[in-house]
């Protein structure tokens, strides 16, 4: 459904979006995972046409959309990280507005209204203004808006960001269904929960880069499928290191206070690692076996934590 290529922009020197690649099929929940800054945003705007790449392809279905904007724009909806909203307007009348912008004739524009704001659960309060809205009915409003011309495929850009845990399960949900009812779906997020739990596929990216594309059974496989050893305590990342240098382990970070490892060899045992971590003057105050994760994957390919 949607085919990307070596998608890249610049701005000045900096490189936004180094060589971005994806394929994302018919009725996919694609995601893009990755920190403040990464490239989401400007990839997003690149595949729906809102921003031109310096180098690379979009393919939306059969057709380049650099060549036929028309036709492939129509097929895609966009819903912003920034919230498109006339505040002053009421929901239904926001619907009307976006949807005559497609040129949705008066009668389909009625009945698609009352069907989106029954989806997001906003039926019983369309007819205020949105500036009585809270943060996570703006949110399902906008998500409504990029929904309302019914296209193939949906681009969300952090469409839970700055709301509550409770809202923001709800716009998830929402997401799920929509997709479960065929449209492709791309989101943008920077929470490993939101991610790992909604998508059939992520990208994690970070510097412009997709630095690995997989479900999270795949995923998980870049981290070696081992268990993830959290260590805490008064120590330097330095100490750390040091005390187990040599030593059959792979450190995903080692940070001051905080350091994250695997165990290469089966013979070299958690007691084995405390046992070397205390001849060397670590003094660990916490320890913690996990299964790997999202978080764990993230950690391996950038060297950092990705916290909400
Ligand atoms: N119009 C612009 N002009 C100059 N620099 C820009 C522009 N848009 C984005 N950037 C820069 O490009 C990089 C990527 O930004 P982008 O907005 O795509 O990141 P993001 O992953 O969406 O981040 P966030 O999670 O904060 O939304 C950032 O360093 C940003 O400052
Ligand atoms: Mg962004």
């Given at each position: 459904m949607i085919t990307v290529q070596g998608l890249s922009k610049n701005f000045g020197q900096l490189r936004a979006v180094d060589r971005v690649s994806f394929e994302v099929s018919e009725g996919q929940l694609f995601g893009f995972l990755g920190p403040n800054g990464a490239g989401k945003t400007t990839t997003i705007s690149m595949v729906c046409g809102l921003l031109k790449p310096d180098e690379g392809t979009v393919r939306i279905g059969d057709y380049d959309l650099w060549q036929d904007p028309r036709r492939t724009k129509r097929l895609l909806g966009l819903v912003p990280q920034e919230l498109a909203l006339y505040e002053e307007l009421s929901a239904r009348e926001n619907l009307v507005?976006?949807?005559?912008?497609?040129?949705l004739g008066h009668a389909e524009l009625s009945q698609r209204s009352g069907e989106l704001l029954d989806r997001v659960g906003l039926a019983d309060r369309s007819r205020e203004p949105v500036s009585r809205y809270s943060?996570?009915?703006?949110?399902?409003?906008?998500?409504?808006i990029g929904l309302v011309h019914r296209p193939k495929a949906l681009l969300l850009d952090e469409p839970t960001v700055g709301i509550d845990p409770?809202?923001?399960?709800?716009i998830l949900d929402i997401i799920r269904d929509i997709a479960r009812q065929g449209t492709?779906?791309?989101?943008?997020t920077h929470h490993l929960e939101e991610a790992e739990k909604l998508c059939d596929r992520i990208a994690i990216m970070d510097h412009g880069k997709v630095l690995q594309t997989g479900s999270v059974a795949e995923l998980a496989k870049v981290a070696g499928g081992r268990?993830?050893?959290?260590?805490?305590?008064?120590?330097?990342?330095?100490?750390?290191?040091?005390?187990?240098?040599?030593?059959?382990?792979a450190f995903l970070n080692a940070a001051d206070g905080?350091?994250?490892l695997h165990l290469e060899k089966p013979d070299y045992n958690l007691a084995t690692l405390i046992n070397r971590l205390g001849r060397g003057g670590v003094e660990v105050a916490d320890l913690s076996v996990q299964k790997p994760t999202l978080e764990s994957v993230f950690l391996k390919l950038t060297g950092r934590e990705l916290r909400d």
């Open positions: 507005f976006w949807g005559g912008l497609y040129g943060g996570g009915m703006k949110r399902r409003l906008n998500l409504a409770q809202a923001r399960n709800n492709t779906i791309i989101f943008t268990d993830v050893i959290t260590i805490r305590g008064s120590f330097t990342g330095r100490q750390v290191q040091q005390a187990l240098e040599g030593d059959p382990v905080q350091a994250t």
